[in-house]
């Protein structure tokens, strides 16, 4: 009897039938394991994570030391993210490195829910610096190509979670000025894509603008 063409073999048929099945379960297990690694952050399980942060950044996220940033109140993606950079050393710190090692994605999506879920402890400006500060955090200086803070960061420093632009009212102003300066000497490099802006403002600043910006923003609400 002639075979038809195009049919297996019906010694094959069997194979290919168990191959497709097997093809089949690989797919469904690499989507499983696609969906168990976006998951979101646990808030209960992230206070116990983060007891060991307590020590620089509060128990609740709000650190009493200019020098540490407050995280209460930030963004769970903004939270993981910088705790990955630091954890795969793309964001230089030799403390915050050796506390990071050991954290996984979950356990940065972990602790940055909680951080969400505290609540900010609002904090003052100087008023010496306030009218420049609010100049540049508005308006920005057209003049010298330098972009208003408020256009990423909101009209309260509050952010922007799903363009991952971080919450910055009511941060010490000390950290701010760290910061920009790190930026403007372009030692921040992690996330570069989204940093590059930071970067490209930070460095048109003088220092008394920083320093001015700094402070407003510390008495964002």
Known sequence: ????????????????????VAICAMFVAMFEM????????????GRAKAATCAACHGADGNSVTP????????????????????????RPDVGMQQFAATLSDQ??????????TQRLQPKGADP?????????YRGGVPERGIAACI????????????AAYPRINSQHSAYLQKTLQEYAAGNRQSDSD???????????????????LASYIQGLQ
């Open 194 to 212: 989204k940093n590059q802006m930071m970067r490209n403002v930070a460095e048109l600043l003088l220092e008394d603008e920083i320093q001015a």
């Open 128 to 136: 010496q610096f306030t009218a420049l500060g609010e100049r540049i």
């Open 67 to 90: 020098q540490w940033p407050s995280l209460a109140g930030q963004s769970e993606a903004y939270v993981a993210r910088q705790l990955q950079a630091y954890r795969d050393k793309q």
């Open 151 to 162: 256009a990423c960061h909101g009209p309260g420093g509050h952010g922007n979670p799903m």
């Open 1 to 20: 009897m002639m075979k038809r063409l195009g049919s297996p073999p019906r010694n094959l048929s069997g194979q290919f039938a168990t191959r497709a």
């Open 34 to 45: 696609g969906a168990a690694a976006a998951q979101p952050g646990n808030a209960d399980n």
């Open 107 to 116: 356990d940065t999506r972990d602790i940055g829910a909680f951080y969400a």
